[in-house]
């Protein structure tokens, strides 16, 4: 006997794609969702006057939110306190000292208090007051001031080490690089977040079309279901086609459960990324869920200026950059301590009130001028630092070159997966017609009694494959424009 024709709409077996024109044809498809998690990410996307989550919002918490890149913006705040701790060793000094010597044959009583202020040039400007009464030993009489005591200034001038580079400017000049370095270690991080976060978004929204899939094969065979189950009740049909088409409502929805459980766990992943005003993760409801949007095929003649774009905008090749500039400080220093160190120091002494001695020998304006000689005769120290140092430059240099090559490899490869995944896209959406027409003309051929429930749930079966891999597809090309956005750098922090 001719089954009992169905009396419902031929479902849309393929993933809905997201176009202005189109509209969702089956409503079965949305009276059976899984019952995720209610958040209010639904009133974030109500300001948006839509109710789906799109990429941009997921991106927008990453950057407003996602933990591990506020542990990463902290970097600046490190790079600024080194940068500050360096600067330190250019603060002014404040020195004081009180030296007595109450008993003993000789009494005396000295108190100094003074000064140093490092010189950006190199050396350092000096001064202070000095006070010193009582007894002195013969030996020690230049311990010994007028009754009001001694000022001193003075200043010390490299000549030859540290004259253009000292282990102070040495260590401020790594400092400011270092935080130049900051910015683009954070963006190399914030790019891998955003693609970690596009990763997920597109895995939760093919889930979320393989669930609707499994909800329309599904459909098709409850649908069969009611009419067979009459036509056996009144003997017009075989008890065993009744049985089958309900072993394929059992099997259809174990399939339904288990893409269920995959669009859970889609959503549970995304979370991670998708962030409320309080930054805590939100699971989004299954309401949410978008469909595909329509793939663009990308140009091949844009290739060149891109590979520029990524070449000046990929954070790795400047935190190499950086890297060098800072090793090239190290060089200058291990440069600077290959010199002999001469060092000239000026000063000028005067006493003031009443004159410790008759022959007043401390009341005259004293100046005085010295030279001070290092030469490490080997030099073996600065040689070694020189040498090390400049492998490591090499090293530098040899690996910024790789990070340029390996950025236009990866330009390459991602227009490559762009356009093999845009023409795979289009070769299964034709499939997907021709096996979603072949599995409708069977339908009809059973209830025309020109064919049998193995055929059509054979068919059926062939729609659902090939929309699945057209999924596939969709979520191929989506996640190679992950991959675009992440090789040319798009992220950036202010």
């Known amino acids: 006997?001719?089954?009992?024709?169905?009396?419902?709409?031929?479902?849309?077996?393929?993933?809905?794609?997201?176009?202005?024109?189109?509209?969702?044809?089956?409503?079965?498809?949305?009276?059976?969702?899984?019952?995720?998690?209610?958040?209010?990410?639904?009133?974030?996307?109500?300001?948006?006057?839509?109710?789906?989550?799109?990429?941009?919002?997921?991106?927008?918490?990453v950057y407003l939110s996602y933990p591990l890149l506020e542990a990463a913006v902290q970097q600046r705040t490190i790079a600024f306190g080194e940068q500050m701790q360096a600067l330190g060793?250019?603060?002014?000094?404040?020195?004081?000292?009180?030296?007595?010597?109450?008993?003993g044959f000789y009494e005396t009583y000295r108190q100094r208090a003074g000064f140093v202020q490092p010189r950006y040039e190199g050396g350092n400007f000096f001064g202070g007051y000095r006070i010193g009464r009582g007894n002195f030993e013969p030996?020690?009489?230049?311990?010994?001031?007028?009754?009001?005591?001694?000022?001193?200034?003075?200043?010390?001038?490299?000549?030859?080490?540290?004259?253009?580079?000292?282990?102070?400017?040495?260590?401020?000049?790594?400092?400011?690089?270092?935080?130049?370095?900051?910015?683009?270690?954070?963006?190399?991080?914030?790019i891998g977040f955003v693609q970690e976060a596009s990763y997920a978004y597109w895995n939760w929204v093919a889930a979320g079309e393989k669930y609707r899939i499994a909800q329309g094969i599904l459909g098709l065979?409850?649908?069969?279901?009611?009419?067979?189950?009459?036509?056996?009740?009144?003997?017009?049909?075989?008890?065993?086609?009744?049985?089958?088409?309900?072993?394929?409502?059992?099997?259809?929805?174990?399939?339904?459960?288990?893409?269920?459980?995959?669009?859970?766990?889609?959503?549970?992943?995304?979370?991670?990324?998708?962030?409320?005003?309080?930054?805590?993760p939100l699971v989004p409801d299954d309401k949410m869920l978008p469909k595909f949007p329509p793939p663009t095929p990308i140009?091949?003649?844009?290739?060149?200026?891109?590979?520029?774009?990524?070449?000046?905008?990929?954070?790795?090749?400047?935190?190499?950059?950086?890297?060098r500039q800072q090793l090239e400080i190290d060089f200058a220093q291990a440069s600077n301590e290959f010199q002999p160190s001469i060092d000239a120091v000026l000063g000028a002494t005067q006493d003031i009130g009443r004159r410790a001695s008759r022959s007043n020998d401390k009341g005259e304006f004293?100046?005085?001028?010295?030279?001070?000689?290092?030469?490490?005769?080997?030099?073996?120290?600065?040689?070694?630092?020189?040498?090390?140092?400049?492998?490591?430059?090499?090293?530098?240099?040899?690996?910024?070159?790789?990070?340029e090559d390996k950025v236009v490899a990866d330009v390459q490869a991602v227009y490559a997966a762009l356009v093999a995944a845009y023409e795979q896209v289009e070769q299964m959406r034709q499939s997907v017609?021709?096996?979603?027409?072949?599995?409708?003309?069977?339908?009809?051929?059973?209830?025309?009694?020109?064919?049998?429930?193995?055929i059509v749930a054979l068919r059926e079966q062939f729609a659902v494959e090939a929309a699945a891999k057209l999924v596939d597809a969709l979520l191929i090309y989506y996640l190679a424009q992950a991959d675009y956005r992440a090789a040319l750098a798009e992220d950036q922090l202010p």
């Open 366 to 403: 004293e100046a005085d001028a010295s030279v001070y000689l290092d030469v490490p005769v080997q030099r073996r120290k600065a040689r070694g630092k020189m040498q090390a140092t400049q492998g490591k430059i090499t090293q530098v240099s040899a690996k910024l070159r790789l990070t």
């Open 299 to 323: 140009e091949y003649e844009a290739m060149p200026s891109d590979i520029s774009v990524a070449i000046n905008q990929r954070p790795e090749i400047a935190v190499l950059e950086f890297m």
């Open 89 to 103: 060793e250019f603060d002014l000094k404040v020195t004081a000292a009180s030296e007595n010597q109450p008993t």
């Open 221 to 280: 065979a409850e649908d069969r279901t009611e009419g067979f189950r009459r036509q056996t009740e009144q003997g017009l049909l075989d008890p065993p086609v009744l049985t089958d088409n309900l072993r394929l409502v059992a099997d259809r929805k174990a399939a339904l459960a288990a893409a269920e459980q995959k669009l859970r766990l889609s959503a549970v992943k995304l979370s991670l990324y998708l962030r409320g005003p309080d930054g805590r």
């Open 1 to 61: 006997m001719r089954p009992e024709p169905v009396m419902r709409p031929e479902p849309i077996v393929a993933p809905n794609v997201d176009d202005e024109s189109e509209k969702q044809s089956d409503g079965k498809v949305d009276d059976k969702k899984p019952n995720l998690p209610e958040s209010s990410i639904a009133a974030s996307a109500a300001e948006k006057d839509q109710s789906k989550i799109d990429l941009d919002a997921v991106i927008d918490s």
């Open 139 to 190: 030996w020690y009489k230049e311990r010994e001031t007028n009754e009001a005591g001694e000022f001193r200034a003075g200043v010390a001038i490299p000549l030859a080490r540290d004259r253009r580079i000292d282990e102070r400017r040495a260590a401020l000049w790594r400092a400011n690089t270092g935080r130049q370095l900051a910015d683009p270690d954070i963006n190399a991080q914030l």
């Open 433 to 454: 017609e021709f096996a979603e027409d072949l599995a409708r003309r069977e339908r009809r051929n059973l209830e025309m009694g020109a064919s049998d429930l193995l």
